[in-house]
T-cell receptor, first 113, second 117 residues
Framework: KAGVTQTPRYLIKTRGQQVTLSCSPISGHRSVSWYQQTPGQGLQFLFEYFSETQRNKGNFPGRFSGRQFSNSRSEMNVSTLELGDSALYLC????????????FGSGTRLTVV | AQKVTQAQTEISVVEKEDVTLDCVYETRDTTYYLFWYKQPPSGELVFLIRRNSFDEQNEISGRYSWNFQKSTSSFNFTITASQVVDSAVYFCALSEVQETSGSRLTFGEGTQLTVNP
């Protein structure tokens, strides 16, 4: 079966712009989580969506937001981009949160210049 | 607060050597899950194993084995007869179980494993 699909794979944006990243989970998975990976901070949890509702949120500023659609696809948006937002953004889907291994996508590498 | 510590930042071995990656965790929960993921250069996190807090039985899967010791809050990972393809960054992660308020993975810093031919 198809894995977790993230688009685009690479993105270059200018400071101050906004960006939207997309994630299509494995069919049947209703939980979608987002993580940010940077060399300095490592892997950090952004938020989790389950059946279109945000259930859990990490410690990130309000510039980071997300949503989930009825087909479980999810998007995350970052507004007013800063240089420090340059990172690999990883999406993970799960059939049942915490009880099963999360399946991650290949990520979107965002570079802010 | 939950915390995962992988004290080994980098490990370099020669092919066919055995290597153990250490993971120590902190949590106040009595029910939790532990994971190991592998991240090759392509960036995708590849799931290796999940273990719940009530199951301390060690596990072996091919060349991989895991040693979970609740008494020392450790969940170590051993690769036997390492191969060049095992070169990657390995992450240990911890997840609390909250059925209604969602879940999150807390990752360790990762261990870069390099297997030289």
């Amino acid at each position: 079966k198809a894995g977790v699909t993230q688009t685009p794979r690479y993105l270059i944006k200018t400071r101050g712009q906004q960006v939207t990243l997309s994630c299509s989970p494995i069919s049947g998975h209703r939980s979608v989580s987002w993580y940010q990976q940077t060399p300095g901070q490592g892997l950090q949890f952004l938020f989790e969506y389950f059946s279109e509702t945000q259930r859990n949120k990490g410690n990130f500023p309000g510039r980071f937001s997300g949503r989930q659609f009825s087909n479980s696809r999810s998007e995350m948006n970052v507004s007013t981009l800063e240089l420090g937002d340059s990172a690999l953004y990883l999406c993970a889907s799960s059939l049942e949160p915490a009880r099963y291994g999360y399946t991650f996508g290949s990520g979107t590498r965002l570079t802010v210049v | 607060a939950q915390k995962v510590t992988q004290a080994q930042t980098e490990i370099s071995v020669v092919e066919k050597e055995d290597v153990t990656l250490d993971c120590v965790y902190e949590t106040r929960d009595t029910t939790y899950y532990l994971f190991w993921y592998k991240q090759p250069p392509s960036g995708e996190l590849v799931f290796l194993i999940r273990r719940n807090s009530f199951d301390e039985q060690n596990e072996i899967s091919g060349r991989y084995s895991w040693n979970f010791q609740k008494s020392t809050s450790s969940f170590n990972f051993t690769i036997t007869a390492s191969q060049v393809v095992d070169s990657a960054v390995y992450f240990c992660a911890l997840s609390e179980v909250q059925e209604t308020s969602g879940s999150r993975l807390t990752f360790g810093e990762g261990t870069q494993l390099t297997v030289n031919p």
